[in-house]
């Protein structure tokens, strides 16, 4: 599977989950460097995904991780997943957050 294709599949599952809307980033030189690749809103709360295929997961450039720990010290949700469980458990892990 390549990272676009699970990263599809990450993105559907998402937007099936109650009070989630999520989409895909795309790259584009008009667009701020080291998004990550899934913009979700859940129940109110920001949260980027950065999508790596398993195994692959410390393949995260420093630009990346910084975005993800700025999204989490805004008081949102930054997080790498390899798969859509992952990605669920994330959002999960946000009842109550």
Do not use: H, W
């Not at 109650?18 to 895909?24: G, R, Y």
């Not at 795309?26 to 690749?37: C, E, S, T, V």
């Amino acid at each position: 599977m390549t990272e676009a294709a699970l990263t599809a599949k990450i993105v559907k599952a998402l937007n099936a989950q109650p009070e989630t809307f999520a989409f895909k980033t795309k790259g584009d030189p008009r667009q701020r460097r080291g998004l990550p690749d899934i913009i979700c809103c859940v129940s109110g709360l920001f949260v980027g995904l950065e999508v790596k295929l398993p195994g692959k997961e410390r393949n995260v450039t420093q630009l990346q991780q910084q975005t993800l720990d700025d999204i989490t010290r805004a008081g949102g949700l930054g997080r790498v997943v390899t798969s859509v469980r992952q990605a669920l458990d994330a959002i999960d892990a946000l009842e109550g957050y």
